[in-house]
């Protein structure tokens, strides 16, 4: 099988030669662009000056004999608008904190302020995100949005609001078109498609309020919640549309929403808070998507969501993402146990808070070993990481996880020596 077949065969119900990887398929499975020179710095390879695709995560295109070292699966149709309104072209010259020379684009705006701080501008000129000193990621910054609890909410007329999330452009929509012709035809690779603009994302479903505010909205007002969150779902449907019609059937799998619903110890709201002002409008993205396309439909969210995963797959969720199994309820065989018929996981293959950055690669090893025994177990699982793969994580670690999945992730031979 190639990477495409590999992927094609998980995600629709079959079993492949092997599982599948992805790692750089999308900006929630990629890797910093410090590691990912370290990474190649480990191989003896000349990254030139590696593409910073999303501004905010810092985050690597990842390219050529590094994707093929990853056995990566899974290659990303970027949208060509990312962080802040920055489009990724025109690419200059930038070094980051860690001292290493990268390329970002030409209209990424930074200075260095008296505390030694970055502070970013965001497409229109306004103060968008911070990095302190020595930092790796921008912090986002929202001046323009109170954040006291005891002022008084304001409140915004959906159809008003909708027409502040904007849709895809005529440029952007030919961008999208050629890329994923060209990755269709030229690639073996599953094409991810990185369906991020006007969808219920992060910005969605806090709808324009800071996320204190919106968690008393959510309880107090949940009526004008959901009205909020419906405007925004019509809005994503929309622009899928538009999408649809520029992409065609040159991807396998799209990106509908990266919003995080759970902490490390339990979601931020209860299962039937969730159901009311959620669940009926990701089922209405999610019908229409099914009704309209052949996708596979992908929801991330980190943390602890035990409680609410049954309404994502009841919402028509086909695959989740990162499984954060070091969350609170997120035990893998549980979690392969009562919901591996009912959607894909695609993560969970290592935690990255303790075992990938801190661990010795032998115990790497034995951890990745354990994950493909039980979520690999009978298909339904894409290995990635826990989320991107952070600066700081021994690039013998990443080989170590890399050859683990190799050795014992076939099924057309059995899982290698046991």
């Not at 910005?203 to 419906?230: I, R």
């Not at 902490?263 to 959620?278: G, L, M």
């Not at 797959?313 to 199994?325: F, K, R, S, T, Y």
Request: net charge negative; charged share 25%; hydrophobic share 35%.
């Amino acid at each position: 099988m190639n990477s495409r077949e590999r992927v094609q065969a998980v995600i629709h119900g079959q079993i492949p030669d092997r599982i599948p990887i992805d790692i750089g398929g999308s900006t929630l499975t990629g890797i910093s662009v410090d590691e990912y020179i370290e990474v190649a710095d480990y191989l003896g390879i000349d990254c030139e000056m590696p593409k910073v695709v999303d501004q905010y995560q810092m985050l690597a295109r990842v390219e050529g004999p590094i994707r093929d070292w990853f056995h990566s699966d899974v290659i990303c149709l970027e949208n060509p608008t990312v962080s802040w309104g920055y489009k990724n072209r025109n690419w200059k010259p930038w070094r980051t904190e860690t001292g290493n020379n990268v390329l970002v684009p030409g209209e990424f705006n930074v200075k260095r302020l008296e505390n030694g701080s970055l502070e970013l501008k965001d497409c229109d000129g306004k103060t968008a995100g911070r990095m302190p000193k020595g930092g790796l990621y921008f912090d986002r910054i929202f001046p323009n949005i109170k954040i006291n609890l005891m002022d008084e909410i304001e409140f915004m007329d959906p159809d008003e609001f909708k027409k502040t999330i904007p849709l895809y452009t005529d440029e952007e929509l030919k961008i999208i078109e050629k890329r994923g012709d060209f990755f269709a035809k030229n690639t073996e690779l599953s094409v991810l498609g990185e369906f991020l603009k006007g969808n219920l994302g992060t910005s969605g479903v806090f709808a324009g309020h800071p996320f204190t505010q919106w968690m008393c909205v959510v309880m107090l007002e949940p009526d004008y919640a959901v009205s909020l969150v419906e405007a925004y779902a019509e809005r994503t449907i929309e622009n899928f549309k538009l999408y649809r019609q520029a992409v065609g059937n040159n991807i396998d799998t799209i990106f509908v929403s990266s919003t995080d619903f759970g902490t490390q110890n339990a979601e931020f709201y209860r299962p039937d808070v969730f159901k009311e002002i959620y669940f009926p409008s990701y089922k209405k993205i999610n019908d229409y998507i099914h009704g309209n396309s052949e996708y596979k439909i992908i929801f991330h969210s980190c943390g602890s969501i035990r409680n609410i995963l049954p309404y994502f797959v009841e919402a028509g969720v086909d695959i989740l993402n990162p499984v954060q199994i070091s969350a609170a309820g997120m035990d893998a065989g549980e979690l392969k146990k009562e919901f591996g018929d009912k959607i894909i996981f695609w993560g969970g293959g290592i935690d990255t808070q303790h075992i990938y950055p801190d661990g010795t690669a032998e115990e790497v090893r034995a951890h990745v070993k354990e994950r493909i025994e039980i979520l690999g177990k009978d298909g339904g699982f894409v290995f990635t990481p826990i989320h991107n793969t952070q600066y700081g994580v021994p690039p013998e670690n990443i080989e170590a996880m890399i050859e683990t999945v190799l050795k014992y992730g076939r099924y057309d031979s059995g899982r290698g020596e046991k």
